[in-house]
């Protein structure tokens, strides 16, 4: 199994609907993110957790909010999806302080139509 | 100006052909990453270094703290290397990646 594990792989969905994405993680990392990445402008932060009760917005929060479950889980939810959040999406996670590194996941495919 | 810039935005090597990716950055970091996304998307760390150099197979990965600026090297280079070379710093406060835009890198055989 990946380290890394996002649901689902690819998405079609309205415009209006609400959708999440599943992220979750076997590295017992506690430090967790969502990325969005379009053609272009490379990776940009959406939020990010560093343990269970910390949730922090990041670059482009806007239209998007999260959940962190558990240690080994978090969800990133678009509340009423639009077309300009068609996108590939990235969940990752880190040890504390990024010393080790990141691990992504294999990504999901957004697209609102 | 981004935080984080890279040269070249596209590349395409002859298979053999050395190659060189640019990284140059404006904030103060801890780290820097180099990652690698392949076609199907899926996104794969190759470095993190904080200075000096750092060598996996036929990748080398430099950095020089005082300009600012890390390269990513491939020697030999061979067509299973086309993909996407993305740099990414890590901020001082080790919160948080900045990306750079990604450099497409096309090997032909």
């Known amino acids: 199994d990946a380290d890394v594990t996002q649901t689902p792989r690819n998405r079609i969905t309205k415009t209006g609907k609400r959708i999440m994405l599943e992220c979750s993680q076997t590295?017992?990392?506690?430090?967790m993110y969502w990325y969005r990445q379009d053609p272009g402008l490379g990776l940009r932060l959406i939020y990010y957790?560093?343990?269970?009760?910390?949730?922090n917005k990041g670059e482009i929060s806007d239209g998007y909010s999260v959940s962190r479950q558990a240690q080994a889980k978090f969800s990133l939810s678009l509340e009423s999806a639009i077309p300009n959040q068609t996108a590939l999406y990235f969940c990752?996670?880190?040890?504390?302080?990024?010393?080790?590194?990141?691990?992504f996941g294999s990504g999901t495919r957004l697209t609102v139509v | 100006k981004n935080e984080v810039e890279q040269s070249p935005q596209n590349l395409t090597a002859q298979e053999g052909e050395f190659i060189t990716i640019n990284c140059s950055y404006s904030v103060g970091i801890s780290a820097l990453h180099w990652l690698q996304q392949h076609p199907g998307g899926g996104i794969v760390s190759l470095f993190m270094?904080?200075?000096g150099k750092k060598k996996h197979g036929r990748l080398i990965a430099t950095i020089n703290i005082q300009e600012k600026h890390s390269s990513l090297h491939i020697t030999a280079s061979h067509p299973r290397d086309s993909a996407v070379y993305i740099c990414a710093v890590l901020g001082t406060s080790g919160s948080r990646l900045t990306f750079g835009e990604g450099t497409q890198l096309t090997v032909n055989p």
């Open positions: 590295k017992g990392h506690d430090r």
């Open positions: 270094l904080s200075s």
């Open positions: 990752a996670t880190s040890d504390t302080g990024g010393g080790l590194g990141y691990t």
């Open positions: 957790s560093f343990d269970v009760k910390d949730i």
